[in-house]
Structure formats: structure tokens, C-alpha cells
């Protein structure tokens, strides 16, 4: 009996030593029933992405999407890895097949059992059959954007991948720095809102590039993220345009639309957050696309002359564009915008936002020559009435004053002048009253709250109505008025 005993013991421990021995090789696999998913599949009517692509996909009853992936001859039993990059396809199931039976892969956990955290969803798995089937419920799989590779080649590729982010994460950063070099020599409020526009950007592609995924371990809901963040970076493009162009009334049904975006950017966020439905992100992506487009028109209509806003507005353009196609082409599934990808996308916000910046860079140096050659007129005017001054006073002690001198015209009185005679506008005049004050530029951007490049506007359009050149010819200008009078 003690031998016996002993032998049944001998055999417990060798089947405990086999489970062990096999369990790191099919650890990242969980049972299915085989003969249900044979009967599900069986069913399914599987149809080619295109007429280059071995991979087939199909759709279930409850609205599922299926892929069937074919594996190449040398990758079988091989540590593969499959990949969608991207945020927007997770949670999806893996089925492959080990010794005649169909296997769920376990996600984000390597061969071994170990447990990783990517920035996109991986499954890792050995599969002794050419098919295996993924299953999904999201429709941006019918492309096809997978990959599918040996556990060694991916890495190389993740390389490659990363490479290209940094390139283009570098680019924003100097995009960010240079932008807030400007605001530090200009102090200018509007390129600190431009900033935060890039900064808000820069937001929305560290999400898509997978970062909260990272970090959080797909504990995150990063299309809630988006939809927060896509409509705040709307609203300070906008808020960017309206100080930009200094525009000091927008129509009233303007400002209905834009308060109604932002109520409708609520309410959508509040039914996105306790729905988790694509359709209310979807709304949103194309509320902002409206709203930067009635933002861009109304940059063409109060500033057409300048070729740097115009310049700018056609970046940003094709920015919305680009963005708007991308999201369309993941989540109603529309085959035909899936020419978009995230590289591209890469590629022309990178060129986008450096020409802007550059753009930026070369008005605002056009700006500050324009101010010191104006602060340079404006002490030689000063030194010239100085001198000026004195003279007038030493002929006036030596001329006896005979009669009596005209009270000088009010500050009104000459505004109505300009106003009739010139036909200058309101704010125009309030340039005009500055600069006879003996005021720069900057310091009457400052007394009026308005941008620096808007007062020189301002100042081109007074100098052409008043027929003026100069500060010095202006100046003349308001001693031959009031002399005049």
C-alpha cells in the first residue's frame, strides 16, 4: 500500500511539473468553445478588403466586425505579435488555433505571462493554423492597417515609428518655443493665445499617439479626452482670430452661433460621457469643423490685404481639413477618406504649423523694424519742437504782444474736422489724437487695448486720408488746423 501511495504521489508530481512547464507558452491564450465559434464563423460571409488583400472581413448580427487574416507559411509557430496603431481599435478579441483547437489571445500579455503596457493594444500568440479571426466592434478595421509580424521584426518597426514621432514632436516643440519667444519680445496677448493654441494641439496628438494608454493602462477614455480637448482647441483658434484681427464687434447672430457651439459642445460631452457613443464625438468633430470655418471666413473678410493672415489661414485651412477627414474615416467607417492616415497627418501639421510660425516670425520682425524706426522719428520730432519751443519764447520776450492770442480749438472741435473734412473713422482718430500726443505706436496700442500690428493699420489708413507721410508731416498737419481756426 505505502508503495502504491508513493506511486500515485511520483505521478501527481510529474503531471504538476508538466502543467508548469507548459503553462509560460500558454499563459497569454484563454479556452473558447470550439464548437460554437465553428458554427459562428461557418456562418459569417466573409468578403476581400481589396483585390490585393488576402484578409477578408465580415459583419455579425449584433453588428460586430470580423476580420479574417491570413498568416504567411513562415510565420507559423512562430511568437507573433498583431497590432492596430491606434487608439481608435481596441478592446477587440484575437482567435487563433494550437493544435486543433481555437485559443482567445490574452490582452497585452507576452508569450511568457508577463503583463505589458504599449501605447496601442497588443496580442501575442503561436498559432499552428494559416487563419486566425479578429473581432470588433469598431468599423475603422475594414482597412486593413494592421501589423502582423514576428516578435523580432517589431521591434525594428516600433524603431522606425518612434523616429518619425520624434521628428515631428521636435518640430511642435520649436513651433511652441518660437511662438513664445515672440510673446516674451512682443508681450503681445495674442500670440500668447496663439501658443496655447499649438500647446492644445500638441495635446490632442499625444492622445492619439497612445500616451494616456501608456500611462493609464487602457483605464483612460480617450475619446472623451478628445472630445474635451478638439472643441477647447476650436474655441481658442477662434478667441486667436478675433484678437488677431482686433475685430471690436462681432454680428449678433455670430454670437448666437458661437454660444450655441459651445452650449452644444456641453451638452454632446455630458451624452458622449454617459453613452460611450461614436455618433455624439462625431457631432462634435463636425460642429468644430463649421466653427473654424466661419472663423477662417471671417479672417478673409476683415483682413485681406495682409498676405502673412492669409498665409496663415490657408495653413490652418488645410489643417481642419485633414483633421475632419481623419476622424470621418474612423468612425462611420467611410472606406474612401481612409487615404488620411496618422503619418500624413504628421507630415502636413508639422509643414502647417513651421511655415506659420515662421510667417509669425517674419511680421512680428517687420513689426518691431516699423516701431524702432517710428521711435527713432518721434525723438527727432521731439528734439525739432524742443528746439522749436525755445526759439518761439525768446522771440516772444523780445516781440512786444500787441493783441490777443485766439484760444485754441477744443479736442472736439478737430475731431469733428476729421471726422467730416476726413472722413476718418472713430477709432482712427483715436490714432490720430495719439500720435499728436506725441505717443508710439505701442504706447497707443496699449492706451486703446488693442495689438500692435492693428494700430499700424490703423495708422496706414490715417496717414492716407490725412494725405501725410509722417509723423512730422501729421504734426504739421494739426498746427495748420488749429492755426487755421
Excluded at 269 to 291: A, D, E, K, P, R
Aim: with cysteine; aromatic share 14%.
Amino acid at each position: 500500500m505505502n508503495a502504491l501511495h508513493s506511486c500515485k504521489r511520483k505521478n501527481i508530481l510529474q503531471i504538476l511539473l508538466i502543467l508548469l512547464l507548459f503553462t509560460p507558452t500558454t499563459y497569454c491564450l484563454s479556452q473558447t468553445n470550439n464548437e460554437q465559434f465553428n458554427f459562428i464563423v461557418n456562418h459569417l460571409k466573409f468578403e476581400a478588403l481589396d483585390h490585393d488583400s488576402t484578409t477578408q472581413y465580415s459583419k455579425d448580427k449584433e453588428g460586430n466586425t470580423w476580420l479574417k487574416i491570413t498568416i504567411p507559411q513562415d510565420l507559423l509557430n512562430k511568437p507573433l505579435i498583431l497590432q492596430f496603431p491606434t487608439i481608435h481599435v481596441n478592446n477587440y478579441n484575437i482567435y487563433a488555433k494550437q493544435n486543433g483547437l481555437w485559443e482567445k489571445t490574452t490582452i497585452n500579455t507576452d508569450l511568457e505571462g508577463g503583463k505589458i503596457r504599449p501605447l496601442y493594444q497588443e496580442n501575442h500568440f503561436i498559432t499552428d493554423h494559416e487563419i486566425i479571426y479578429f473581432k470588433s466592434k469598431s468599423s475603422y478595421v475594414h482597412y486593413g492597417n494592421f501589423i502582423l509580424v514576428e516578435r523580432a521584426e517589431y521591434r525594428s518597426i516600433m524603431l522606425n515609428t518612434m523616429i518619425k514621432i520624434e521628428v515631428f514632436y521636435s518640430l511642435f516643440l520649436l513651433s511652441i518655443a518660437l511662438t513664445f519667444g515672440l510673446y516674451s519680445l512682443f508681450k503681445e496677448k495674442v500670440i500668447l493665445i496663439y501658443c496655447i493654441y499649438i500647446v492644445s494641439v500638441f495635446i490632442i496628438y499625444l492622445v492619439e499617439d497612445g500616451l494616456l494608454y501608456f500611462l493609464y493602462n487602457k483605464q483612460c477614455n480617450e475619446l472623451l479626452i478628445l472630445a474635451i480637448s478638439i472643441p477647447i482647441s476650436c474655441l481658442i483658434f477662434s478667441l486667436f482670430i478675433y484678437y488677431f484681427l482686433d475685430i471690436q464687434r462681432l454680428p449678433s447672430k455670430l454670437k448666437y452661433f458661437y454660444s450655441f457651439q459651445v452650449l452644444l459642445y456641453i451638452v454632446l460631452g455630458i451624452v458622449l460621457y454617459q453613452t460611450n457613443n461614436s455618433l455624439y464625438f462625431i457631432i462634435i468633430v463636425c460642429s468644430t469643423l463649421v466653427s473654424t470655418i466661419i472663423t477662417l471666413a471671417l479672417v478673409l473678410k476683415y483682413y485681406k490685404e495682409d498676405m502673412s493672415v492669409r498665409f496663415i489661414t490657408y495653413s490652418f485651412s488645410v489643417i481642419a481639413l485633414t483633421s475632419m477627414t481623419y476622424y470621418l474615416s474612423i468612425f462611420p467607417g467611410n472606406y474612401y477618406l481612409s487615404f488620411v492616415d496618422k503619418d500624413k497627418i504628421r507630415i502636413i501639421y508639422s509643414i502647417a504649423f513651421t511655415l506659420a510660425s515662421y510667417s509669425l516670425w517674419i511680421k512680428a520682425k517687420k513689426l518691431k523694424a516699423d516701431h524702432e524706426s517710428l521711435k527713432n522719428e518721434l525723438e527727432s520730432l521731439k528734439a525739432n519742437q524742443s528746439q522749436k519751443a525755445h526759439k518761439d519764447l525768446e522771440h516772444k520776450e523780445k516781440t512786444p504782444n500787441h493783441y490777443t492770442e485766439k484760444s485754441p480749438f477744443k479736442e472736439q472741435s478737430i475731431q469733428d474736422v476729421l471726422k467730416e473734412k476726413y472722413l476718418c473713422t472713430d477709432r482712427e482718430i483715436d490714432v490720430i489724437m495719439g500720435i499728436w500726443d506725441g505717443l508710439s505706436n505701442q504706447e497707443i496700442a496699449e492706451k486703446l487695448s488693442i495689438s500692435l500690428s492693428t494700430t499700424k493699420h490703423h495708422v496706414s489708413n490715417a496717414y492716407t486720408k490725412l494725405d501725410v507721410k509722417t509723423r512730422s508731416q501729421a504734426l504739421l498737419l494739426k498746427a495748420t488746423l488749429l492755426s487755421g481756426k
